[in-house]
């Protein structure tokens, strides 16, 4: 922890200020060393001295980890041009492939239970189709007889899915165009 700068910024709440040449001064130090960054950066805890290379009686002022944060903020904030952070890069990029996902799931999820939905409605059909073509049969073996009308033509009727996308074949939501995307019809009624 950079005890510099915990003490600066939670004096009461989180607060941070900084001028304008601050922020050029801490530009300039994400880019290298420099000779004339300044005390107030480092009361801030965002720049540190180093002794330097050139005189014993010299220093140079390096960016603190601190301060390579803060520049990162100052960049989203739009206050400066040096270069974005590479953690805030990746994030912002694994946030919009997450939301891509994010969609692509919800498009899956609804086509499976569109294909259950027309599933569940062709064994009903087919179940159907039994009935009637044993209801035939009886009739032809033995003529006169029929099965009661309530067993002879339909299935009892049972609670069903519903299908989100009725009007779309079964082959185009199989179909692997990443283009075909079905729209969910809106409610009409309960």
Same mark, same amino acid.
């Given at each position: ?15 941070? +200020? ?6 050029? /001064? %801490?530009?300039?130090? $994400?880019?290298?060393? =420099?000779?004339?960054?300044? @005390? ?23 960016? +603190? ?6 520049? /990162? %903020?100052?960049?989203? $904030?739009?206050?400066? =041009?040096?270069?974005?952070? @590479? ?24 086509k499976t239970w569109s294909m259950f939905a027309k ?8 179940? =159907? ?5 044993a209801s035939l049969e009886l009739e032809h073996k033995h003529p006169g007889v029929k ?44």
């Amino acid at each position: 922890m950079n005890a510099r700068f915990s003490e600066y910024v939670t004096s009461g709440a989180f607060n941070m +200020t900084l001028t304008r040449s601050q922020i050029s /001064s %801490l530009a300039m130090l $994400a880019s290298g060393s =420099n000779e004339w960054a300044g @005390a107030s950066l480092e009361r801030k805890g965002l720049a540190a001295p180093i002794a330097s290379s050139l005189a014993d009686d010299r220093v140079e002022w390096r960016i +603190t980890g601190a301060g390579t944060i803060v520049m /990162s %903020l100052l960049f989203e $904030a739009g206050l400066t =041009n040096s270069g974005k952070d @590479a953690t805030a890069v990746e994030v912002d990029r694994l946030n919009g492939a997450l939301g891509e996902a994010n969609t692509t799931l919800r498009d899956v999820r609804r086509k499976t239970w569109s294909m259950f939905a027309k599933l569940q409605a062709t064994e009903i059909e087919n179940e =159907n189709l039994r009935r009637r073509i044993a209801s035939l049969e009886l009739e032809h073996k033995h003529p006169g007889v029929k099965l009661k009308a309530e067993f002879a033509d339909c299935a009892p009727p049972i609670v069903t899915a519903r299908d989100p996308f009725r009007d779309v074949a079964a082959c185009h939501l199989l179909d692997a165009d990443p283009g075909f995307s079905p729209i969910e019809p809106e409610r009409t009624g309960p």
